[in-house]
C-alpha cells in the first residue's frame, strides 16, 4: 500500500515537472510573410509575318524619299548603217539627183535623221520644189519611181510634154501620223516618207493631186498610173479616197514592216 502511494506522488511531480517545463519554452511565433515584388513584366513579343520582316532596304515610308513610276523608255534617234549609206549616196548620183549632205537631226523622242540629205533635183531637170530633207533611201526610191514610172506615163498622157517639178507638200517634220497629238510617230519624223502635192510640167500645166478615181481624162489616167506604181518602190502610198488626211496629196514612205507587207490605199 506505501508502495503505490509513493508511486502515485513520483509520477504527480514528474507530470508537475514536465508542465512547468512545456510552459518556460516559448512557442516561436509564425514569421510574418514577406512579401517578393513580382518581377517586372517583359513586352511580349508580337509574331511577324514574313512581309513584316526588316529587309536590307528601307522601306519607302523609313525614307524621306519619294518613290516615282518608272518612267517610258526614251526613243532613240536611229543610227544609218555606213556602208547602206555609201552604197545609196552611189546609187542616188548615178541616177543623176542634185543633192547635198547636211548635219544630224536629232529633235527628241526618236524625232530626227542621222544622216539627212536635202534633194534638190529627182532627175536631171526635175525639180522637187520645196528641196526635200530625207534619209538617202527615200530619195532614192522617189528618183527610180519618177524615172521608171512617171516620167513614161506623162509622156503618153501628156503627148510628150515634160515633167519639170515634183511638189513636195511635205518632208521631214517630227510629229505624230496624221498631226494626231497622240499615238504612233509619222515616218515624215525619220526621214523615211514625203507628201506629194502635185506635178508641173513644161508646158507650164499643172496637175494637182485630188479625186480622179472616175475621171476618164488621160490626166485622170496618169494620175491612177503614178499611184499604182508608186507600191512597187514605196511601202505605203495613201492618197484621195484613203482618208480626209490624204486628200489632196499622196503620201508615200519606205516604212519596213515583217514579211514585205505593203499598204497602198
Same mark, same amino acid.
Not at 556602208?83 to 552611189?90: G, H, P, T
Not at 522637187?128 to 534619209?135: M, N, Q, S, T
Not at 503618153?156 to 511638189?167: F, M, P, Q, W
Not at 491612177?224 to 489632196?248: E, M, N, Q, W
Given at each position: 500500500?506505501?508502495?503505490?502511494?509513493?508511486?502515485?506522488?513520483?509520477?504527480?511531480?514528474?507530470?508537475?515537472?514536465?508542465?512547468?517545463?512545456?510552459?518556460?519554452?516559448?512557442?516561436?511565433?509564425?514569421?510574418?510573410?514577406?512579401?517578393?515584388?513580382?518581377?517586372?513584366?517583359?513586352?511580349?513579343?508580337?509574331p511577324?509575318?514574313?512581309?513584316?520582316?526588316?529587309?536590307?532596304?528601307?522601306?519607302?515610308?523609313?525614307?524621306? +524619299?519619294?518613290?516615282?513610276?518608272?518612267?517610258?523608255?526614251?526613243?532613240?534617234?536611229?543610227?544609218?548603217?555606213?556602208?547602206?549609206?555609201? +552604197?545609196?549616196?552611189?546609187?542616188?548620183?548615178?541616177?543623176?539627183?542634185?543633192?547635198?549632205?547636211?548635219?544630224?537631226?536629232?529633235?527628241?523622242?526618236?524625232?530626227?535623221?542621222?544622216?539627212?540629205?536635202?534633194?534638190?533635183e529627182?532627175?536631171?531637170?526635175?525639180?522637187?520644189?520645196?528641196?526635200?530633207?530625207?534619209?538617202?533611201?527615200?530619195?532614192? +526610191?522617189?528618183?527610180?519611181?519618177?524615172?521608171?514610172?512617171?516620167?513614161?506615163?506623162?509622156?503618153?498622157?501628156?503627148?510628150?510634154?515634160?515633167?519639170?517639178?515634183?511638189?513636195?507638200?511635205?518632208?521631214?517634220?517630227c510629229?505624230?501620223?496624221?498631226?494626231?497629238?497622240?499615238?504612233?510617230?509619222?515616218?515624215?519624223?525619220?526621214?523615211?516618207?514625203?507628201?506629194?502635192?502635185?506635178?508641173?510640167?513644161?508646158?507650164?500645166?499643172?496637175?494637182?493631186?485630188?479625186?480622179?478615181?472616175?475621171?476618164?481624162?488621160l490626166?485622170?489616167?496618169?494620175?491612177?498610173?503614178?499611184?499604182?506604181?508608186?507600191?512597187?518602190?514605196?511601202?505605203?502610198?495613201?492618197?484621195?479616197?484613203?482618208?480626209?488626211?490624204?486628200?489632196?496629196?499622196?503620201?508615200?514612205?519606205?516604212?519596213?514592216?515583217?514579211?514585205?507587207?505593203?499598204y497602198?490605199?
Amino acid at each position: 500500500m506505501a508502495m503505490t502511494k509513493w508511486i502515485l506522488i513520483a509520477v504527480t511531480a514528474l507530470a508537475l515537472a514536465q508542465g512547468a517545463a512545456a510552459e518556460d519554452i516559448p512557442i516561436p511565433q509564425e514569421r510574418p510573410k514577406l512579401e517578393t515584388p513580382a518581377p517586372a513584366s517583359l513586352p511580349v513579343p508580337t509574331p511577324t509575318s514574313p512581309s513584316s520582316e526588316s529587309t536590307d532596304k528601307p522601306s519607302p515610308e523609313s525614307t524621306d +524619299q519619294e518613290t516615282e513610276e518608272p518612267k517610258a523608255p526614251v526613243a532613240k534617234l536611229e543610227k544609218e548603217d555606213l556602208k547602206e549609206l555609201a +552604197q545609196c549616196l552611189s546609187d542616188l548620183r548615178a541616177e543623176g539627183a542634185a543633192f547635198k549632205t547636211a548635219e544630224q537631226i536629232d529633235d527628241g523622242d526618236g524625232c530626227g535623221i542621222d544622216k539627212p540629205i536635202i534633194l534638190s533635183e529627182v532627175l536631171p531637170g526635175i525639180k522637187v520644189i520645196p528641196e526635200a530633207k530625207l534619209r538617202c533611201q527615200t530619195a532614192l +526610191q522617189l528618183s527610180r519611181w519618177t524615172k521608171d514610172s512617171v516620167l513614161p506615163a506623162a509622156k503618153v498622157a501628156l503627148s510628150g510634154d515634160k515633167l519639170t517639178v515634183i511638189e513636195n507638200a511635205s518632208d521631214y517634220v517630227c510629229r505624230k501620223r496624221n498631226n494626231a497629238k497622240t499615238g504612233k510617230i509619222s515616218e515624215h519624223a525619220h526621214g523615211n516618207a514625203i507628201d506629194i502635192g502635185g506635178f508641173r510640167f513644161a508646158s507650164g500645166k499643172r496637175l494637182d493631186v485630188e479625186a480622179r478615181d472616175t475621171d476618164s481624162t488621160l490626166q485622170g489616167a496618169f494620175q491612177r498610173a503614178a499611184r499604182a506604181t508608186a507600191c512597187l518602190y514605196f511601202t505605203t502610198v495613201l492618197g484621195p479616197g484613203s482618208d480626209d488626211a490624204h486628200k489632196t496629196h499622196f503620201h508615200i514612205d519606205i516604212l519596213e514592216r515583217s514579211r514585205g507587207y505593203r499598204y497602198c490605199r
